[in-house]
């Protein structure tokens, strides 16, 4: 085996918020990889939502180069997300580096994130570079934060550089431990492996895969394999971020960069896949990662009928750049046609609907979000469940199963109590608490995922005035009493409210989605009875009062009987309307409903 010593791969790992994206700022304006006029905040966060939000969405590569001891290095960054919707983003960025910054904000401490990171890190055997942000900051504590790293992830604090991103201050230094620590990227073989770890479409040139060469190089011209499908391609172009795509000759063994072929689309690039050469493959291809799999379900439709097209479209466009995102048709009753889609999480669900609004211009209403439920009929059959509207009949249901995540929250000692009596409230259980510091707890636990998709973290964030965060990571299925609570308007079922929920929850969450449409529903000229039912058991009940007309209006003298007529004609005319009458549900109800209801 050869090594590239000129070479350093590496991400910056944190917690969201704690400056990842101003720390490769200033790696980039210490390297000179962006001249000076070009420099603004969050430089490689090239999304408006990113900006606004403060947050990294997607992985961003940029290849830097810096001399050092009379060296020059090429050093290749991926900035990574924070958030834990985004973990698959982290775990890919991962498997293209040998080494990572775990960056840990000294005014905050040790964060949620901060301990996932560093066990993700530590599994796939990276070079862990430990260092204190915000040391500027009046409010830093950066004794108690290296207490915390020794503690919690056995870091010795002589080994924790102290930096401040905004200043520049220890930066430099920071930069240097990374090309003296982590370890230069091996060669094993002389035939061509590449790791695909990303992908973008672009409109002009097809698909872009982002690659790590683990072993050999890759030329304009020359015809690849991918080795998950067995097909060919020819190479046209070649090269790397600085930071802006910048075509080379080739890329060599332990580049990142990227690579342009007569690929059409990204669906054709399997993510984790090996690229080898056609005319010498490899023996075996690279080990990639598992397949990702989305973790919650929601109905996209257009509140206009005519933006169908317009909806289609702008999620194609999506899709392009999102390989996240699972998108199938769907036709609700009363919503008309739109998509069933997946997402990784509640964020990843927000930025999708933002884009769509704000780059595509659609105008959208979205359904409760659910997740994937496991589902052992009677029959012994075995099925997959993400919409209520699949959901079997209750007696050919012998166990349901839903997905259960470990989780782990950090906050203050103060707000334990009220942390306990949320989770109890969202059906978890704590398994254990640690003490970090005389302020702040560590509490273990696990949670039903459909209960902390919703609004879990919200309010953890309310009882805990803010201060706590929140990991947690799906491990697998348990069986729950689980039931299809639907809503019947004038006995017709609205198929758009239906929702999964827990037996013990249906009376009280139909009572409230009845209360909701009685408000939102306009009256007819005959009483409406709004229900909420559990198979065919009615949990909760409104009835909407008749608007009644005068039709006595008209009589301005006469007999009391002519009045009397007409009123048992009007009382007749009801009776027919109660029995076959129509009551339309106005596009504010679902509104209301599907977003009031704690929902997007």
């Known amino acids: 085996m050869s090594s590239s010593p000129q070479i350093r791969n590496f991400c910056i790992l944190a917690h969201i918020d704690h400056g990842k994206s101003t720390l490769a700022d200033r790696f980039l304006e210490l390297t000179h990889a962006v001249a000076p006029r070009n420099l603004k905040e969050q430089l490689l966060d090239d999304m408006d939502l990113e900006r606004e939000r403060g947050i990294t969405i997607k992985a961003h590569p940029v290849t830097m180069f810096y001399e050092h001891r009379d060296t020059l290095y090429q050093l290749n960054l991926i900035d990574t997300p924070g958030h834990v919707d985004f973990s698959y983003e982290v775990a890919r960025s991962i498997a293209a580096c040998e080494g990572a910054i775990l960056l840990v904000d000294a005014t905050q401490g040790v964060e949620a994130q901060t301990v996932a990171h560093a066990h993700l890190a530590g599994s796939k055997h990276l070079t862990i570079v430990p260092a204190l942000n915000k040391i500027d900051l009046p409010n830093a504590d950066p004794e108690r934060t290296l207490k915390q790293l020794e503690d919690i992830l056995a870091i010795p604090s002589d080994e924790v550089l102290w930096v401040s991103a905004k200043t520049g201050q220890g930066v430099e230094v920071l930069l240097r431990r990374v090309i003296e620590k982590v370890p230069p990227p091996y060669t094993e073989q002389d035939e061509l492996r590449a790791l695909i770890f990303d992908s973008v479409y672009d409109d002009f040139r097809g698909a872009v895969a982002y690659v790590r060469i683990k072993d050999g190089e890759v030329r304009p011209g020359q015809e690849i394999l991918l080795m998950s499908t067995g097909k060919r391609y020819l190479v046209k172009e070649v090269g790397r971020f600085r930071p802006q795509a910048s075509k080379a000759d080739c890329l060599r063994s332990g580049d990142v960069g990227y690579l342009v072929s007569n690929i059409k689309s990204c669906a054709e690039l399997r993510i984790g896949d090996t690229i080898t050469d056609a005319a010498r493959p490899s023996p075996r291809p690279f080990p990639g990662f598992p397949e990702m799999k989305p973790m919650l379900f929601a109905s996209i439709y257009p509140i206009e009928g005519g933006d169908y097209e317009r909806l289609r479209t702008a999620i194609e466009k999506l899709r392009l750049n999102d390989s996240a995102l699972v998108v199938q048709p769907a036709t609700s009753t009363a919503l ?61 249901i012998r166990v349901v199963e839903e997905p259960i995540v470990d989780f782990f929250i950090m906050g203050p000692r103060t707000c334990l109590g009220e942390i306990i009596k949320l989770v109890r409230e969202k059906r978890g259980r704590i398994r254990e608490t640690e003490t970090i510091d005389p302020e702040r707890l560590l509490i273990k636990g696990t949670m039903p995922l459909s209960e902390l998709i919703t609004d879990f973290h919200d309010r953890l964030k309310s009882v805990s005035r803010g201060y706590s965060s929140l990991d947690y990571e799906v491990t697998g299925y348990e069986p729950s009493d689980l039931v299809r609570l639907d809503i019947l308007v004038h006995g017709e079922v609205v198929d758009a409210f239906a929702s999964i929920v827990h037996r013990s929850q249906a009376r009280e969450q139909g009572r409230a989605l009845c209360r909701t449409l009685k408000q939102t529903i306009p009256r007819q000229l005959f009483p409406v009875a709004i229900q909420a039912a559990v198979g065919r058991t009615i949990v909760a009940r409104e009835t909407l009062p008749a608007l009644r007309k005068d039709v006595t209006a008209k009589c301005y003298g006469g007999d009391i009987t002519r009045k009397r007529k007409l009123l048992e004609r009007q009382k007749a005319g009801k009776k027919r309307m109660r029995m076959f009458g129509k009551v339309p549900i106005p596009q504010e109800a679902f509104l209301k409903v599907l977003r009031g209801d704690g929902q997007v």
């Open 336 to 396: 008309g046609h739109g998509f069933r889609c997946g997402f990784l999480g509640m964020l990843h669900l927000e930025i999708v609907l933002e884009r769509l609004r704000r780059e595509h211009g659609v105008i959208i209403i979205t359904t409760r979000p659910n997740v994937v439920y496991r589902l052992h009929l009677t029959s012994g059959e075995e099925i997959i469940v993400d919409n209520p509207a699949y959901w079997p009949e209750v007696h050919l």
